[in-house]
């Protein structure tokens, strides 16, 4: 049930904190409303982003109280599949996978990632919702914060700083597993 991208990307995202090679530190909000677009200029580049698996969703408004640094507005983006399911709005593994992919127009460096509605199993297993952002042929793995459980009011939100991602791509995925749909 990993919601947006928050940060980039925010897997999908909600802002993410990123250079250009040539340029200043800059934010792509996802919980902006309205929505920034599929496609704009970013800091000096260009960025597009995309969904697989269904279609690109940033209608879901922010419904929890831990979303910070971001204009919060709704929950940033996922991928929805028309199921009428309560995942719909998030990247699921459900269905053979959900993605979204940023495209860049040229190579920036990924400071920082802020991920919504990335919650601990509130159903038994207490385990962590894993996001995935995959660059350059490899990946990170992003766990759940610990106090981040679903239905208790909090946002699932994790931000992770001090990143050195040097990429023109950024791809959201959710890691394998049972608690993942």
Known sequence: MIKKIVSILSLPFIAIGAFSTTSHAATLDFTASPFIGTAGAFDGTTYSISAFGGTLDASQLQDGNTCVGLA???DGLGVDNGGGDDDDDEISSADGGQSITVDFG??????????LDLFMDDEGAGEPEIARVSFNDTFI???ADQNQVRF?????FLHALFLNIVTDQLVFTVADGGLQD
């Not at 040229?106 to 991920?115: A, D, M, R, S």
């Not at 208790?152 to 699932?156: A, L, M, P, R, V």
């Open 152 to 156: 208790d009011g909090s946002s699932g």
């Open 106 to 115: 040229q190579v920036v460096l990924i400071t920082e990632l802020v991920f």
């Open 72 to 74: 919060c507005t709704t």
């Open 141 to 143: 793995d992003f766990e």
